[in-house]
């Protein structure tokens, strides 16, 4: 089945140091996302991929970044882990045409820091 | 600032009764709107959606429905199961920005046996 595969499911880390968290997609969307979600909030978004093009939210700290190596796979790398990043992270990934019908979501990456 | 607002953190319903899940917005932009379901330890899913041209949208138990004068959708599920307690989200877009979806906070709903 075509899907959004998050990795790992659960990833502890030690404060300030780097951690990344991958993603990968069987869908051949071409619009992937990085979403924070912390207790009872609402999902975050701190960037997107458009194909190669990289839209970074204004508000999303230095400390995140992002890289898309192909269609399939999509990387957030986290500099200097700090105990307010303590999360789930969603990724998700749609289809642009006709319309950007919904989001299709990964099981997320519980995210510990220590 | 949150754009989409879900006010009821949580919603206990008896098995078999209706559901009524709230949603409010504050960008009259927003022409589309998606309820999402998340169970513990798994990503949402899509659940039912609705363009800003249409009052209702209806799918077997599930029915969302749109008041744009009030900024406002509900959820609707009739009859409840307990299959369907979980965590839904309401979320919302704009036809020119067509990759930024917004979302609430989540209303977890129990649903007694």
């Known amino acids: 089945d075509a899907m959004v595969i998050q990795n790992p499911r659960y990833q502890v880390t030690q404060f300030g140091k780097p951690v990344t968290l991958s993603c990968s997609q069987t869908?051949?969307?071409?619009?992937m996302y990085w979403y924070q979600q912390k207790s009872s909030q609402a999902p975050k978004l701190l960037f997107h991929?458009?194909?190669?093009?990289?839209?970074n939210e204004a508000d999303t700290p230095d400390n995140f970044q992002s890289r898309r190596p192909n269609t399939s796979f999509c990387f957030l790398d986290i500099r200097s882990p700090g105990l307010g990043d303590a999360a789930m992270y969603l990724c998700?990934?749609?289809?642009?045409?006709?319309?950007?019908?919904?989001?299709?979501f990964g099981s997320g990456t519980q995210l510990s820091v220590l | 600032d949150q754009q989409v607002k879900q006010n009821s953190p949580s919603l206990s319903v008896q098995e078999g009764r209706i559901s009524i899940l709230n949603c409010d917005y504050t960008n009259s932009m927003f022409d589309y709107f998606l309820w999402y379901k998340k169970y513990p330890a798994e990503g949402p899913t899509f659940l039912i959606s609705?363009?800003?041209?249409?009052d209702k949208n209806e799918d077997g138990r599930f029915t969302v429905f749109l008041n744009k004068s009030a900024k406002h959708l509900s959820l609707h599920i009739v009859p409840s199961q307990p299959g369907d307690s979980a965590v839904y989200f309401c979320a919302a877009s704009v036809r020119d920005n067509f990759n930024k979806f917004y979302f609430g906070s989540g209303t977890k709903l129990n649903v007694k046996p």
């Open positions: 998700a990934t749609s289809r642009v045409q006709p319309r950007n019908e919904k989001l299709f």
């Open positions: 991929y458009y194909d190669k093009d990289f839209n």
């Open positions: 609705i363009s800003s041209i249409k």
């Open positions: 869908l051949n969307h071409n619009v």
